[in-house]
């Protein structure tokens, strides 16, 4: 029985000394590595052969046109649009209305005129977003090119009146929709053009007297942008854009003490009592 007990109790305090032992100290987790972006790379300077394919999205307009300059060349493009649907036809009634509908589609894009000089517009929320700014002399208009084969927009941006860019949103409808992707778009482009540098989703080429953007939207807009711009002029429009830039807006003092300095996203009540008195002070004890 002695021998038992003896055993017995060897036994517990091996048990014991399992329990109690401290367990192996885990190694500190690696943090994951941080996605590391791509540098932009720089727009190259484009050959004479590619300059030219690039000139053809000027479309016959020139930059420096005013408003009505642009409008009489699209009367030109218009008329010449209609002028064969019109011999094409004998009846007098269908002529009278491809001339009602030719007045009206200048009519219509002469309508779509807007001066940027309000604190919103229909367009701050659209392909062209980016592309303008208020109350800083610029205004734009918008022409549906869906002729030869086309279905396209281009907006036409002005500066102090004077045509600076042109922004054409492409035809996505032509690529398949399991293709519409960055890499399938720069392929396209690339293949017409050169080389571009390449900023997140928009290739670029500098040609001398004009650059050029290629604007991937396909995930907010399901569209493709093409850019053509004046880059002297754009030196200017960014330049009065950032001297009409809203100041930051500038935190209480007051509140800034109660937000603790440890980048959480609530404020800091216990430490920061007495800031958070003179705020209810502050309003009235409300």
């Known amino acids: 029985m002695r021998r038992m007990q003896s055993a017995l109790f060897a036994v517990v305090i091996g048990l014991s000394g399992v329990a109690v032992a401290k367990a192996p100290a885990k190694k500190p987790a690696t943090p994951a590595a941080k996605p590391v972006a791509k540098k932009a790379t720089p727009a190259p300077m484009v050959s004479a052969e590619h300059k030219k394919a690039l000139a053809e999205k000027f479309g016959g307009f020139k930059f420096g046109m005013t408003k009505d ?50 604190h919103n517009s229909p367009w701050d929320v659209s392909i062209v977003e980016g592309e303008f700014a208020h109350n800083t002399n610029e205004s734009m208009m918008e022409h549906w090119e869906n002729e030869g084969g086309k279905n396209q927009r281009r907006f036409f941006f002005f500066y102090d009146n004077r045509l600076w860019k042109m922004y054409i949103s492409l ?18 482009m690339e293949n017409q053009f050169g080389k571009g540098g390449i900023d997140g989703g928009t290739i670029a080429w500098r040609a001398g007297d004009f650059d050029v953007r290629a604007i991937d939207r396909l995930k907010d807009y399901g569209a493709l942008g093409f ?21 930051p807006h500038e935190t209480s003092p007051v509140i800034k003490s109660v937000i603790d300095t440890d980048n959480k996203d609530h404020p800091d009540i216990h430490s920061n009592g007495g800031a958070v008195d003179a705020v209810i002070q502050a309003q009235g004890g409300k």
């Not at 642009?70 to 004998?90: F, P, R, S």
């Not at 002529?95 to 807007?114: C, F, H, M, S």
């Not at 929709?177 to 720069?186: A, L, M, Q, S």
């Open 69 to 118: 300059e642009v409008l009489g060349v699209l009367q030109k493009q218009i008329d010449e649009q209609y002028e064969d649907k019109i011999k094409a036809t004998t009846d007098i009634m269908v002529q009278d209305r491809l001339r009602k509908d030719k007045k009206a589609e200048l009519a219509r894009v002469a309508g779509t005129y807007i001066a940027f000089d309000a």
């Open 171 to 188: 035809d996505v409808s032509i690529i398949p929709e399991d293709k519409r992707t960055f890499d399938t778009f720069r392929g396209v």
């Open 227 to 247: 850019v053509v711009e004046d880059p002297h002029v754009r030196d200017s429009v960014l330049a009065l854009r950032n001297e009409h830039k809203a100041p």
